[in-house]
């Protein structure tokens, strides 16, 4: 079995991986998102090729340390109405985007790009959408400050393997997608390249 470098530090992605029988090594990537998020932007990019150009940035930039190996990088990036929401920096951050998303629908495109010795060699971008209830003032501030710690490293504020569920009217696409990895269609490529006994 070939070990996958993430190039993710998100521990529910790692541990996704890890729950599936993936072999992984942790290697984050560090990239200036906010710089070339910006310049896509400014060429009029979908939000849908920003989260795969990330994810790309990131596999690449890890396999620079990993030059012979197999590695992942990954990316979220949510959009509602045309606008594009990044992580929250501060509390109120979490609030405010969260009040903008509430009773609304909006799409998270979950990027992952697989690099081998190098070179991009999968792709794939899953668009999960997903209704948030009209829920109260009282009940967002409470969740924003119970939660923060949980929250604050997630786009959108929300993690629907916890507490965050309660957030959502209904979701339409897959659960893994939207926790951070298009993981189906990951264990298939890797399956079909022979990285993952099958």
Not at 6 to 25: C, Y
Not at 46 to 62: F, Q, V, W, Y
Not at 65 to 87: S, T
Request: hydrophobic share 40%.
């Amino acid at each position: 079995m070939t070990v996958l470098t993430l190039a993710s530090g998100s521990e529910i992605r790692a541990t996704l991986l890890r729950h599936a029988g993936v072999d992984i090594d942790v290697l984050p990537a560090r990239i200036d998102e906010e710089m070339i998020r910006a310049s896509l932007l400014a060429e009029g990019a979908a939000a849908h090729d920003i989260a795969d150009t990330l994810a790309e940035h990131k596999a690449l930039k890890t396999a620079r340390q990993r030059p012979e190996g197999l590695v992942l990088g990954c990316d979220q990036i949510l959009e509602c109405g045309g606008v594009l929401y990044a992580k929250p920096d501060t509390p109120q951050d979490a609030v405010d985007q969260l009040r903008a998303l509430r009773g609304k629908s909006h799409k998270l495109h979950t990027a992952a790009v697989l690099v081998a010795f190098g070179q991009p060699v999968w792709r794939h971008v899953a668009t999960p959408r997903l209704t948030m209830r009209d829920f109260s003032d009282a009940f967002l501030q409470t969740y924003v400050s119970t939660h923060w710690n949980d929250i604050r490293h997630c786009v959108g504020c929300y993690q629907i393997e916890g507490p965050g569920i309660r957030l959502f009217s209904k979701i339409e696409g897959d659960l893994f997608s939207i926790q951070g990895l298009p993981l189906l269609e990951l264990l298939s490529i890797l399956t079909l390249r022979k990285d993952l006994p099958g």
